[in-house]
């Protein structure tokens, strides 16, 4: 329910404007309050009249309305909801938000705001994949702005491919996670991601191709699904979501101390790469060729293993414990055997072979092991696979009984 919440619903130009109307019956059925915003290229698709209709109060329109702004400047509107949303948001509203422009109300209104901003884009296809509108994403993903869709299917041009606005229902979904309305509401789930490093000596380390993208889109997709989420990270090239904890680490050793300090957790994913090994005669100053020949002999112990060392707590284990597998033969084996070597309720394994492309790359696909047996999943983009893990995670904390059986609708 969003019972009292007040949202700012900017509607762009796009054939997809029309839902926006579905959206805002959809929001008033669960008694959100909701105040429209129509840009010029917005009237072209639905009119103002249908719009303040469906939504009960004024639609507002040009920036420079006197009479709005002795009624209701545009910094106030800005400012008196609990939520700015931008559906449908066109490629031109997008990359005039990354700009930071204000050259019209809508524009105006997302850059006065000091609300969460939920965005869900819809365009041609092509338009949506040009590098451009994606830089255009980047950047509003850095600056915390949240997105919703777009969906792949056929579109209104006749092209196939990414660019639908998402359903009215998943847009109204996403806003009830960010009002902290969501089914993960109140659970605490603790994320371990990236690489570790572990030192050789001050300038040398050992560590792996972990780009940490799984972690942060499954801690992007817990977080939307209204989770205070912890993100333990080793140095990662991709960069940590906004919205969550984030706690830093290098080695192994630290990233086991982090966890134990974030626990308690309700649910506990441990995607991180961790190194098996550190080097126990780390040198204290760069380590030299002598001349000899003769390369340094390092000398290894093994690090905790931290999923296990978890998922074998006795006080302050999590309902739900998952791991991953990263194999690049017999994946379905290796990883059954793993689930049962480290204690843990699920395994999601994935061939990480440099064929697959899977490691470093924007893709996964996965096998979800536990208990009940194996169940493939496509080959999905990685917040794709975040999404219906997280789906899971949040349907298996709904029944804490059926951690062991994955179930729901992935
Ligand atoms: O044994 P392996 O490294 O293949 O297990 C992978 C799973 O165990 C991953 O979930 C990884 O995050 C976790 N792991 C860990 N601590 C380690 C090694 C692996 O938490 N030292």
């Known amino acids: 329910m969003l019972t009292g919440k007040r949202i700012l619903l900017i509607i762009s130009g796009g054939i997809a404007a029309y839902k926006a109307l579905d959206l805002i019956r959809r929001l008033r059925e669960r008694g959100a309050g909701v105040t429209p915003v129509l840009t010029r290229a917005g009237e072209a698709f639905v009119t103002p009249l249908s719009v303040a209709a469906i939504a009960g109060e004024k639609c507002y329109r040009a920036l420079f309305d006197l009479t709005d702004e002795a009624e209701m400047g545009h910094i106030e509107l800005s400012r008196a909801a609990d939520l700015v949303v931008v559906a449908p948001a066109s490629a031109d509203l997008i990359a005039r938000m990354a700009a930071g422009q204000a050259d019209d109300l809508a524009s105006t209104l997302l850059l006065a705001t000091d609300k969460k901003v939920l965005v869900a884009p819809s365009m041609n296809v092509r338009m949506w994949l040009h590098p451009a509108t994606q830089r255009n994403i980047a950047v509003l993903r850095g600056d915390d702005v949240r997105f919703v869709g777009p969906d792949e299917g056929d579109m209104a041009c006749g092209e196939y491919g ?38 050789i000596d001050p300038v040398r380390y050992i560590a792996n191709r ?16 209204g989770a205070r989420v912890t993100f333990v990270t080793g140095p990662a090239r991709e960069p940590s979501p906004g919205g969550v904890d984030v706690v830093p680490v290098v080695t192994a050793r630290d990233m086991l101390a982090a966890v134990q300090a974030a626990l308690p957790a309700d649910a506990a994913i441990f995607a991180a790469a961790v190194a098996d090994w550190h080097v126990t005669n780390v040198s204290g100053s760069k380590m030299k060729k002598d001349g000899s020949g003769r390369p340094p002999a390092l000398e290894f112990a093994e690090n905790p293993d931290i999923l296990a060392h978890v998922a074998g707590l006795k006080k302050d284990r999590p309902a739900l414990v998952v791991g991953f597998a990263a194999e690049t033969d017999d994946v379905e084996a290796h990883a059954a055997a793993k689930l049962v070597r480290k204690g843990c309720d699920w395994i999601v394994a994935n061939d990480v072979s440099p064929a697959t492309g899977i490691m470093g790359g924007g893709e996964n696909a996965v096998t979800l092991i536990s208990a009940a047996g194996a169940e493939n999943w496509p080959r999905l983009p990685k917040d794709e696979v975040a999404r219906r893990l997280a789906a899971r995670v949040a349907a298996a904390l709904r029944k804490p009984a059926d951690a062991g059986a994955p179930g729901g609708d992935a």
């Open 210 to 225: 972990s780009s940490g993208a799984q972690g942060a889109a499954l801690a992007r997709a817990l977080r939307d699904l």
């Open 162 to 199: 990414p660019g639908r606005m998402a359903e009215p229902l998943e847009i109204v979904a996403a806003i009830e996670a960010m009002t902290g309305e969501g089914p993960l509401k109140g659970r605490h789930v603790l994320i371990t991601s990236g690489p570790t490093q572990e030192p």
